[in-house]
């Protein structure tokens, strides 16, 4: 191994130990007044207006059971109501409730208040190279999977 690939190998191993880090953190699976963050997604997702559990599931990137099984959840709770599509008979519309509204909304405050206080921790500068960089790395493992799922669709070998 030559000196480039040893501090390649150094690098790629700090990024692997930073990003456990992060993830041990599970800042992004807190509750929030005692609702689970697949449920404040799901607020924040029927926020978008009235939609069929089929439109959240593709949405959200979910089966749709996972879908009504949140939903259920959110409806015992009083944050969502469901009714009948009124094209479609056979199809179930969700949307917020006031108070469900008023739930997202405070969380979306809570979220905004977390990133304001990361902003503030990094400095503005700092803040806006994390976003590119992030995106950065977003834009390389996304195509890296389109091309990965590409190679295995057209019949061609992964060696």
């Known amino acids: 191994m030559d000196c480039h690939e040893n ?4 690098t790629a191993q700090r990024l692997m130990e930073a ?3 992060f993830n041990r953190v599970a800042w992004h699976e807190r509750s929030y007044m005692g609702f689970k ?9 029927v926020s978008r207006g009235d939609m069929k559990v089929s439109e959240i599931s593709k949405r959200m990137h979910v ?3 996972t879908v009504t099984q949140v939903i259920n959840g959110l ?3 009083g ?3 469901r009714s009948i599509d009124p094209t479609d008979r056979r199809a179930v519309r969700v949307q917020l409730t006031p108070k469900g509204e008023a ?3 405070k969380a979306g405050e809570a979220l905004f208040s977390s990133f304001s206080g990361l902003i503030e921790h990094l400095g503005e500068e700092r803040s806006n190279e994390f976003v590119e960089l992030l995106t950065d ?3 390389y493992f996304a195509e890296k999977e389109a091309s990965l799922h590409q190679s295995q669709w057209s019949g061609d070998e992964i060696v």
Do not use: D, G, H, W
């Not at 501090?7 to 150094?10: D, L, N, V």
């Open 103 to 105: 739930v997202r909304q």
């Open 137 to 139: 790395a977003y834009v």
């Open 37 to 45: 963050q697949s449920e404040i997604r799901m607020l924040f997702c």
């Open 19 to 21: 990003l456990k880090r």
């Open 75 to 77: 409806e015992a709770n």
């Open 7 to 10: 501090e390649t190998r150094a």
């Open 63 to 65: 089966t749709s059971p």
């Open 79 to 81: 944050l969502v109501e």
